[in-house]
């Protein structure tokens, strides 16, 4: 059975004792065996398939920008900019993710450039690849933009990051209405606006607000897009400039690392459009067009974690199963706690024990799941899966913690590997940097 298909409420499938597991319709025992452990499988139709239902929720004519943050694997954000249904533009917040998006297919005119910290170089490179629109989170960033765009010649289009002074929802990521490092306080545009308006080389082409991230359900989405919407309306207004372009953010939720299926919002594209009306009553004419922004929700379901028993053991009466992946592999961001909680409960029959899923690391952080159901008598060699690991994985994670290798990644499509590769860790010599030069 696939574990994207289970109605189980467990986290993972094993191929050790009673169970079977499959990863993008390829036997995940084959590909262990083929690519070893820990392995990454990413299934591509799964994740077109996201974008088009996540495009299907939207008001017509939004656009969508994938958060290259939740994997920027290249085949997998590839998928999101091809074959059938309208494409996903990139937003980005590194050169690293620059490349993978151009070595994608992405052109600068599809990647929005994010972040609190843009460094002269990242600006300088950014630019030079033809990207020309960034989010700006505060007056220093807007100005900093607009020096390295006269450098070259060119006006950046920037969105000014507001950072709400309210909110609607509750979520498990709350990123607005305290002080962060996101964003320009919306209480402070009025004010700041002649000072936003004539920054040389940086031309204000709208809005972004990013207020929550994993939203816990359809109502609380559609409390927190709308309320944004009556925040930009707002600040447009102490802003003076009109809107071309306001990206609302996202919040669109997927299962971390557990079985089930990623949320259905049938009513979403109603609340919009009525929300719309009122606040922007031209956009149905494309003033402003409208964005979100999506990363777990286009790619989380599209993942499985291929992991292989190496040791079991017992300690003062409890059980240990020992794998191949840990916090170095997979969940490393669990260590902030409240943003990615890794628990793994792997699926099991009738005949289960409970034990605990640890991984290889000299540290007892390096816990998948305390005390849970594992399939009785699972040994060394024995394959685990964890279903819905496409987002927040290696790239999230611990990848050079004891210097461990980093895990196999591999890509399906239609049940065929259309690629196998491998992060690896290389230092290499850096020459220093000439006098006047900024990184």
């Known amino acids: 059975m ?40 990413y299934d591509l139709e799964r994740v077109r398939t996201a974008r088009r239902e996540l495009f299907g929720f939207l008001p017509e004519g939004f656009e969508v920008f994938y958060a290259f943050k939740a994997n920027p694997h290249v085949d997998l954000v590839r998928a999101l900019r091809t074959g059938a249904g309208p494409a996903c533009k990139a937003e980005i917040s590194s050169t690293g993710e620059l490349a993978a998006a151009l070595e994608a297919g992405y052109g600068g005119g599809d990647i929005l450039y994010t972040g609190p910290g843009k460094t002269p170089g990242e600006l300088r490179e950014a630019l030079a690849r033809g990207v020309r629109t960034f989010s700006a989170e505060s007056p220093g960033d807007l100005e900093h933009i607009g020096a390295a765009a006269l450098a070259q010649g060119v006006v950046a289009d920037c969105l000014l990051r507001i950072n709400s002074a309210t909110a609607s929802a509750t979520t498990s990521i709350r990123m607005t209405g305290t002080p962060t490092q996101f964003g320009i306080d919306s209480e402070t545009v009025a004010g700041l606006a002649p000072r936003l308006r004539s920054v040389a080389g940086a031309r204000i082409a709208g809005l972004h607000l990013f207020s929550q991230s994993n939203a816990r359900d359809e109502e609380a989405l559609i409390g927190e897009l709308t309320h944004t919407l009556a925040a930009a309306a707002a600040v447009q207004q102490d802003l003076g400039v009109e809107l071309e372009l306001l990206d609302i953010g996202g919040g669109f939720s997927v299962p971390y690392a557990q079985q089930g299926e990623r949320a259905r919002y049938p009513h979403l594209r109603a609340a919009l459009e009525e929300a719309l009306d009122v606040h922007f009553p031209r956009w149905r004419q494309g003033t402003p067009r409208l964005a979100v922004e999506s990363g777990r929700y286009l790619s989380g379901d599209s993942g499985t974690l291929v992991t292989r028993v190496s040791n079991v053991k017992v300690s003062r009466g409890r059980k240990f199963v020992i794998v191949d992946a840990g916090i170095n592999t997979f969940g490393g961001m669990s260590g902030l706690g409240r943003l990615l909680p890794v628990s793994v409960h792997v699926q099991a029959g009738a005949d289960t024990e409970k034990a605990s899923l640890v991984g290889p690391l000299c540290t007892p952080g ?10 009785a008598g699972l040994a060394p060699g024995d394959v685990v899966t964890v279903p819905n690991t496409g987002a927040y994985g290696p790239t999230s994670s611990l990848l050079m913690f004891l210097g461990r290798p980093a895990p196999a990644e591999v890509a399906v499509d239609g049940g065929r590997v259309v690629s196998a590769v491998r992060i690896e860790h290389v230092r290499t010599p850096l020459t220093a940097l000439t006098a006047g030069e900024a990184p």
């Open 2 to 41: 696939s574990p994207h298909t289970s109605t189980s409420t467990s986290t993972a499938t094993g191929t050790g004792p009673d169970t079977d597991a499959d990863a993008g319709g390829v036997d995940a025992a084959e590909l262990a065996a083929r690519y070893g452990t820990p392995l990454y499988v």
């Open 366 to 375: 390096d816990v998948l799941g305390r005390q849970i159901d594992l399939p």
